[in-house]
């Protein structure tokens, strides 16, 4: 079993960066792929982007392609989402993920393992 917890989020006008962190707990960190989601309001949950467990294979969303990097680092056991030139439409709460699926996964349901979530919010 592994607990995640985000942090990172925050305001920020269009255009701008931020970096989303995802700290896991538990020493297999390295077995698990990782996902980030995100909701915005009235709307489900979407996927962003995910990352295989040794970071060598990587997807993203079309709808952040070119402007979002999802990276992790096994040794500090966290998993980031580097995002840049963010759009009013970006706004939404971000979630982590991670499944112990040596497969990579764009869809929720694959993912066993939930943060609680960070806001983000981007003023147009």
Not at 7 to 32: D, M
Not at 102 to 115: M, P, R, S, V
Request: charged residues 20%; hydrophobic residues 35%.
């Amino acid at each position: 079993q592994v607990q995640l917890v985000e942090s990172g989020g925050g305001l920020v006008q269009a255009g701008g960066s931020l970096r989303l962190s995802c700290a896991a707990s538990g020493r297999t960190f390295s077995s698990y792929g990782m996902g980030w989601f995100r909701q915005a309001p009235g709307k489900e949950r979407e996927f962003v982007a995910a990352i295989s467990r040794s970071g060598v294979s990587i997807v993203y969303a079309d709808s952040v392609k070119g402007r979002f990097t999802i990276s992790r680092d096994n040794a500090k056991n966290t998993v980031y989402l580097q995002m840049s030139s963010l759009k009013s439409e970006d706004t939404a709460v971000y979630y982590c993920a991670a499944d112990n699926d040596i497969l990579l996964h764009t869809t929720e349901y694959k993912y066993a393992y939930w943060g609680q979530g960070t806001q983000v919010t981007v003023s147009s």
